[in-house]
């Protein structure tokens, strides 16, 4: 009989304040032992996931008396949301927990990526070659235009930590209004003249049916030669064979990609990307630090005890 079950990994002293403070069970790895994580939903009212945890009808069927599902961050397409409303649950991602994380990831990727194979460079050092014409000619994030797809509070972190690297910023977002005050941190714009004119592209838009494959090679025939490609947000959002075939034959220079559809990744997806020095493929880790991974705990942890203090 347990009031709160955690399926995934959480900061340790988190999780065990909430293991002392309620009739508890957390198991990292409950997500994917679905018949067990069902017979411990059975009397719980609340569930804490991150983005492992398919919580859809088939899962709420088995939980009567759930009240509540706090998501450690804030994509929520591994959560059914009209199902949960509909039974009276309440969703509550983590907003703005992570944000200086990603935000830290695009702006570290757009450097390295910018400044080629510059850092890459120690093995051939140590050895005593001493090659700066290969490892020179690098560009700068000064003066370049950061364009941000998706203005909610990880891009407006993102567009304040840009316009600090002395970056013009411009932003797209589907629903923003235009009289939102966010708009003072970046330049509004369309996602044409986006995708034409910035020369790192970072998306931070949920994957809903309007954002899958938005960007295509359609989009990527359009950008720059020069830009990058980031894509810390949802897998999906980007074709991953699209951005392999533009990287590959150099219609954009470079791609850090955090993301992808299918997680892991598939050996056929791994082979599109298999040889190229142009790219930064990262196990969906942009929002997970030591310091994020404890606020969004914390954030999940207020809303427990919210709902049963």
Not at 286 to 305: L, M, P
Request: some cysteine; glycine content about 8%.
């Amino acid at each position: 009989m347990v009031d709160v079950v955690i399926s995934e990994f959480m900061d340790n002293d988190v999780a065990t304040q909430i293991l002392t403070e309620f009739d508890s069970h957390w198991d990292p790895d409950l997500w994917k032992k679905r018949n067990e994580l069902k017979s411990f939903l059975e009397t719980a009212k609340a569930i804490i996931v991150r983005n492992a945890t398919i919580v859809d009808e088939d899962l709420l069927e088995y939980a009567p008396s759930l009240k509540m599902v706090a998501r450690m961050g804030v994509g929520l397409d591994n959560i059914d949301l009209e199902a949960c409303k509909s039974r009276g649950i309440e969703v509550c991602p983590s907003v703005g927990a992570n944000a200086v994380s990603v935000a830290e990831y695009v702006i570290a990727s757009a450097m390295i990526l910018f400044r080629g194979q510059t850092f890459f460079a120690t093995g051939e050092v140590v050895q005593g070659t001493w090659n700066r014409p290969k490892y020179a000619g690098s560009g700068e994030l000064a003066g370049k235009i950061m364009g941000i797809i998706g203005f909610g509070s990880i891009g407006q972190v993102l567009a304040k930590k840009a316009a600090a690297m002395d970056m013009e910023v411009i932003a797209y977002d589907a629903v923003m209004a235009a009289d939102n005050p966010a708009w003072s941190f970046a330049k509004r714009v369309d996602l044409d003249f986006l995708v034409e004119n910035a020369d790192v592209i970072s998306l931070h838009c949920p994957k809903l049916p309007e954002t899958i494959n938005l960007i295509n090679s359609e989009k990527f025939n359009r950008m720059k030669t020069t830009s990058i490609l980031i894509n810390s947000a949802r897998g999906g959002i980007v074709n991953e064979a699209d951005c392999a075939d533009a990287l590959r034959s150099g219609q954009i220079a470079g791609a850090a990609i955090d993301t992808v559809d299918q997680e892991p990744i598939t050996k056929e997806v791994g082979q599109l990307f298999s040889g190229l020095n142009n790219v930064i493929l990262t196990p969906h880790v942009a929002g997970v630090t030591k310091e994020s991974n404890r606020r969004i705990a914390e954030f999940a942890a207020e809303n427990i005890r919210r709902l049963l203090g």
